[in-house]
C-alpha cells in the first residue's frame, strides 16, 4: 500500500465552534485539501496515531460518503490500527461516544452540521471526539485551529476502489484493518442496560400511542431498532426513518417551529399520547405530550428528579449540570434532593470533565439536549426512553408528570428568541457595547422593574481549572427574572443572536411562557434594540 506525503496550505477558517467544524457544503467539497487538511490537524495535535482505533460515520448528509472516503484515506495514511466504520457511514453522535468508549477507540470523527439543514447549499461539518467519548475540550480546540494554520502536508492512503463501506465487513487496507459495523447494535445494547425494556414494552403494546419522527436523519435506523424491533412499538410508529442526503428538504432541528406539524397533531389536536423528534446527528430530542410541549428546560429537571424510576438511575445521582442560559428548573430540582449543581457554558465539551469526575450524572441545555454519564454527548433517544421509562414505572401522561413538577417546585418559565443571519459587525457591536456597559446597569429600571446584576459569564471548569471567558451577558432582574444574551457558535451564515428569557412562578402554572414573558421579552427588547441595530422587529425562532 502506497502512502503520499501530500503537499498542502493552510485555510485560515478552520477554527471549530462550539460543536466542531461547521461549513456550507460547498466549502468542504469545494475547497482542495479541505477534509484533508483538518481531519490530519487533529491527527497532529492528538499524536500517537499509528496502532490506534479510531471510530467514523455521520448523519449520511450531502457530500458525507465523500468526506468518509477521504477521512479514511487520512487515517490509514497515518496507520491507523483500526477504524471502526458505521455501515453506509452512518453513526449518530452518540452512538459514536458509544462505541469509542467500548471499543476503547483513541477518538472519533462525526461527520454532521447536526441540526444545521443539508445538501449542496446547505451545511456540512466535522467534530472530533475524543477518548472519553466527549467533544474534543476548548483546550484541544484551541490546538487543533492552531494546527490547521500552519498545517503543509498530510499523509493520504489510495483507498481500494473496490473497498465497499456500505457493507459490514472486517478488511485490512494498508496497516490499518477497517471494520465496517452494524452503527445500531452497541448503541442499542447499551440502553437496555440503563431502562427497563419490558415495562416500556408492556406500556408501548397497551394502547400507548406515540409517534417519532426522524427528520430523515440518522435516528430513523435507531428508533426503528429500539422502538419498534425491541420494545414492540407498532410498525411505523418511526416517521421519516430513512436518512436522506438533503433530510427530505427539511431543516432537521427538532423545536416546535420546525415540525409544525407535529406539534399541531400531538399539542393542538390531542391525537397521540406522546411524540419525539431528534435532529440530524441524533443527539438532541423534542418532546411532546398530548396537550403539551415540554420546555427542554423542564425536561432535564423533571427527568433529574425522577431517576430512580430508572434502573440505571436509581439511588445514583449526586450532581448535575446546566449550560448557563438553560433555565433553573433543575437548580430547584438540585436544591431540594441536597446534589451539587454546576452552570457551565454552551457545549457539550464542558460537561466531560464533570462526568469523568464522577461529580455529575445527569446534565442538559436548553436547545433540546440531555444526557447522563452513560455516554460523553447529549442523547436524543435516551431520552425519549427516559421519558417512555418514567411513564411506564409511574402511570400517567406527560402533562400530568409535568403538571406535578410545577406544582412541587413552581414553574420555570422559558423561552428562546433567535435573530438569525443577522449582520455580524452590528451582533458583535450589542455585545460590545452592552458589556461595556455592565458596571453602571446594575440600579436601572426597565419596564418597572429593577435591574439588580449584569455579568459576562466566565467558567473555570472545577476539575481541570480551564478558564472560558465571554461566553454570554446575562441580567438578572427583581422579580428574579432572567434574560441571557450570546452569539451562536454553530452558524455558517451571517451572525445569530440568542436571547434567552425565564422567570419563575408559583401562580396560574398553565399560562404559555409567551403571555407569562411578555414583560420580560419587552425588557430584552429595549436591551437589544433589534429594530435599530438589525434592522428587524421580531426574532425570526422563538423556542
Ligand atoms: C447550539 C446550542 C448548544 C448546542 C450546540 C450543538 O450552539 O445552543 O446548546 O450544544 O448548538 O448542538 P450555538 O453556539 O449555536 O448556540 V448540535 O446538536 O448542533 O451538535
Ligand atoms: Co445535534
Redesign the pocket.
Known sequence: MEIRTVATVPWDDQRP????LRKKTRVFAGRPHYVENFVQSVLDVVGEVAGATFVLGGDGRHFADEALRRTLAVLVGNRAGRVIVGERGLFS?PAVSCVIRRRGARGGFVL?????PGGPDGDFGI?YNVGNGGPAPESLTRRIHARTREIRRYFLAELPPDLDLARRGTRRVGETVVEVVDPVADYAEMLEGLFDFAAIRRLLEGGFRMAFDALHGVTGPYARHVLEARLGAPPGTVRRGDPRPDFGGLHPDPNPTRCRELVREVVEEGRLDFAAAC?G?G??AMILGRGIFVSPCDGIAVLADRADLAPGYRGRIRGVAR?MPTSRALDRVAAARGWDLYETP???KFFGSLLDAGRIQICG???F?IGSDHLRE?DGLWAVLFWLQILAAGGGDVAGVLRAHWRRYGRDWFTRHDYEGVDPAAATALVEELRGRLSGLPGTVWGGVRLVRAEDFAYRDPVTGEEAVHQGLRFLFADDSRITL??????TEGA?L?VYLERHGREDLDRPPATALAAVAARARALVEPRRRFGRDAPDVVT
Open positions: 465552534g462550539t460543536s466542531g453522535t454532521t452540521a447536526s441540526h444545521n467534530k435532529d446527528d443527539d438532541r449550560s454552551t457545549g457539550w441545555e436548553e436547545s439536549g447529549k450570546r452569539l451562536s457558535g454553530t452558524g445569530t440568542r
